[in-house]
């Protein structure tokens, strides 16, 4: 199988049902933008630290079927892959056992610390823009409401992992100076 086809040379691309639409299209930005995020996430494994590594794993996995799910135009599409309520439940589980380990916040922090903390920090930013985009999508086209979610939550969940992981290494965190 050939990864190029020619097919997007005009600017349009397929959906997953085969419908054409075009690069520029908020679904499209949305799943892309989700993609962007995945591939952030990737950057930070191997992290050094199993656990971290596994969970980042299922996130990735996650973040995949949001994608398929965005590339959906029907949202209740029975035959398309959605993230469901258990996978949010899922993150939560994961922020609340890593969060046992840090101190709790007194202020705002400054982004950045370790290598891999740093890329979390990049990657929850990123996350962010996805959210907003899926939000714009959503205010104009049905959207699984579990996805949106899913990146509000996984926002948050990044950045407790990159403070497990700042602390971890040793790093300490920064508060900004008003």
């Keep these: 199988?050939?990864?190029?086809?020619?097919?997007?040379?005009?600017?349009?691309?397929?959906?997953r049902d085969m419908s054409r639409i075009s690069?520029?299209?908020?679904?499209?930005?949305?799943?892309?933008?989700?993609?962007?995020v995945n591939s952030l996430i990737g950057l930070t494994r191997p992290s050094g630290y199993d656990d971290v590594d596994e969970r980042l794993q299922g996130i990735q996995n996650h973040l995949h079927i949001i994608q398929a799910d965005f590339a959906s135009p029907n949202a209740d599409d029975p035959d398309s892959p959605h993230i469901e309520e258990?996978?949010?439940?899922?993150?939560?589980?994961?922020?609340d056992r890593l969060d046992e380990e840090l101190e709790p916040l007194q202020s705002f922090i400054l982004p950045g610390g370790s290598d891999v903390g740093a890329r979390l920090h990049h990657a929850r930013s990123v996350c962010r823009r996805a959210e907003r985009r899926a939000v714009a999508l959503a205010a104009d086209e049905p959207v699984n409401d579990a996805a949106i979610a899913y990146l509000n939550r996984l926002s948050d969940a990044l950045f407790v992992f990159a403070r497990v992981l700042n602390e971890r290494e040793g790093v300490p965190e920064e508060s900004p100076t008003y």
Excluded at 1 to 15: F, S
């Design 1 to 15: 199988m050939k990864i190029y086809t020619g097919r997007g040379d005009e600017g349009m691309t397929d959906l």
């Design 23 to 36: 690069k520029t299209s908020p679904r499209i930005e949305a799943y892309g933008t989700v993609d962007e």
């Design 86 to 95: 258990h996978h949010v439940e899922k993150l939560e589980d994961w922020m």
